[in-house]
Every structure is written in structure tokens, then in C-alpha cells.
């Protein structure tokens, strides 16, 4: 039988579930670096679990210096099916209240001081981003998430800023008339990266705070998010409890939106033009297809 290998992108702390078993801190390498840091591996029942603090434990790097192309590579190296990111975000929209959550469907990208691709000279290959999120493992997070009685959106665009500042009041608005819901600084390149690699990507969008556009409300503070992370993070362990549960003795098959496959049609160098050197750091994202 085919298994679920949940990657959970987060907080140091979600690993902290109830029920977790066989769990071991686990150093892995890449061609890409160091990841944030150890991952934690571990079991309920026949789901696996492998968590990755996205900023390391103590929160130690900023939004733009976190290693994203060695992140997602240790996710693969270690078999994960499946990456689910446990995000905080501000909310855009007055109906999206500090402590609900927002199952993404789109992201706008605004970062640019990061690297956001595994191929480049020597191997190009261009993956579409029409859909980012896999609309199948978003869904199934989200009823998940429903039992533990958090305000669940399913759908929302999040708009991703470099950081590590908050939005200006001027950009606030500005990404209000876009049409966006949410804003935060870490899920982009991370989902293109996730594609790249051919793993199925949803985002739990945790709201902590209204940023800055909310004329009733005091302007985004790191205390502020601080607080509502801490109430957000019990429920996000209590969802992913729950989507274990339910994805026990389930049969896991491939992503209707063919993701796993993505990398057939993305290859455009020839075959006698790639260079052997960036086709070895692609062993673990793009092997199957070189």
C-alpha cells in the first residue's frame, strides 16, 4: 500500500503531538546547504510525519534567509508525499479575524532577494504555477482543521512580501485593491520550490492580526502575533492529529492535478547541452526524470 509522508512546515513545536511514535531528530545534507535545521520524524498508525522548523528552533532566521531550496530537498530526500505549511499571516479582509484560518488557493509573489528555483543554467526547466496548492490535500487539511472548532476559509490569495518589516499602510491598501486576502513572508518561494520538486503543497494560513490597513484596530506588533500564534499553534497540532486519523489505512494515490508528474513536460535543455554538475544536485528533486 502506497503511504502517506506528511511534510509539516512550521513552528518547532507542532511535533508535539499526542500519539506521535518512533520519533527521531534527523541531520540531513543537501546539495543545497543546510537546511533550517534537524528534522523530526515520526509516526501515527500507518501516516508518517516528517517536521521542519521553517526559521530553526528559537526562531533564528529571518524570512529571506531562510534556506528554502535545502529545506525543500530534505523534505524529498527523506520521502514525504505530501508538504503541508503551517503559516501566520495578517489578515486584508475584514471577514478573515485574527485566530481563523485560510486554506490559500493563489499566491502573488513580491519577494525578491531569494533564490526561487532549483534549475537554472545548465538544466532549465519551467513548471507551471497556474494552481500552486493541491487542492485535494487542502481540502482534506481543512476538514481536519474543522474539528477543532476553528473559523475555516477555504480558498484565499496570499501575498508574499520579502520582509523582515511589516507592510507600510500605502502597501496595505495597495494589496486590499489587489483582491488579496492575506499577507505573510514565507510561503513563496517555498510552494514554487515544492512544485519544482513534484510534491503536492497546501498552506494553513494562520491570521494573527489585521496588518496595518484596519483603521479600528492598533497596527500589526510582534507581541500582538505573538499572542494569537500561541492560541493558533495548539489547534494546528490538533489538525494534523485529526488528518492522521482520518488518513489511516487510506490508500494514498496520486494528486488529481497530475503534481507528481509535473516535471515530464517542464525540461526544456537538451539533453546533450545539461551540465552533469547541476544534474547531480538534482538527484533528489528532479531524479525520477533525469
Not at 508538504?83 to 486554506?103: H, N, Q, T
Not at 525578491?112 to 487539511?141: I, N, T, Y
Not at 492535478?257 to 509535473?262: F, H, S
Amino acid at each position: 500500500m502506497s503511504e502517506w509522508t506528511i511534510g509539516v512546515i512550521g513552528g518547532s513545536g507542532l511535533y508535539e503531538m499526542e500519539g506521535l511514535e518512533a520519533m527521531d531528530e534527523v541531520v540531513v545534507e543537501t546539495p543545497w546547504g543546510t537546511p533550517s535545521d534537524k528534522l523530526v520524524t515520526g509516526r501515527i498508525g500507518d501516516v508518517s510525519f516528517v517536521f521542519l522548523p521553517r526559521h530553526g528552533k528559537g526562531h533564528r532566521l529571518t524570512p529571506t534567509d531562510i534556506p528554502y531550496r535545502a529545506n525543500i530537498d530534505a523534505l524529498k530526500r527523506l520521502g514525504c508525499t505530501d508538504i503541508i505549511s503551517v503559516s501566520a499571516c495578517g489578515s486584508l479582509k475584514e471577514a478573515y479575524a485574527p485566530g481563523d484560518y485560510v486554506m490559500i488557493d493563489q499566491f502573488i509573489d513580491r519577494t525578491f532577494a531569494r533564490e526561487k528555483s532549483f534549475f537554472g543554467p545548465g538544466m532549465v526547466a519551467h513548471v507551471s504555477m497556474a494552481d500552486p496548492v493541491c487542492a485535494r490535500l487542502s481540502a482534506l487539511a481543512a476538514d481536519a482543521a474543522e474539528t477543532t472548532g476553528v473559523n475555516i476559509h477555504r480558498g484565499g490569495t496570499y501575498l508574499a512580501m520579502e520582509g523582515p518589516q511589516f507592510s507600510s499602510r500605502a502597501e496595505s491598501f495597495l494589496y486590499r485593491q489587489w483582491g488579496c486576502d492575506v499577507i505573510g513572508m514565507t510561503n513563496m518561494p517555498e510552494a514554487k520550490l515544492a512544485r519544482e520538486a513534484e510534491l503536492p503543497y497546501a498552506t494553513m494560513a494562520m491570521v494573527t492580526d489585521y496588518d496595518c490597513w484596519h483603521d479600528g484596530m492598533e497596527a500589526v506588533s510582534v507581541t500582538n502575533v505573538l499572542e494569537i500564534m500561541k492560541q493558533n499553534t495548539e489547534n494546528a497540532r490538533q489538525a494534523l492529529l485529526e488528518l492522521a486519523h482520518r488518513l489511516n489505512g487510506q490508500e494514498r494515490t496520486p494528486s488529481p492535478q497530475a503534481i507528481e508528474t509535473c516535471l515530464d513536460f517542464a525540461m526544456i535543455t537538451a539533453p546533450e547541452a545539461r551540465d552533469p554538475a547541476v544534474l547531480d544536485k538534482l538527484d533528489a528533486v528532479a531524479g525520477r526524470v533525469l
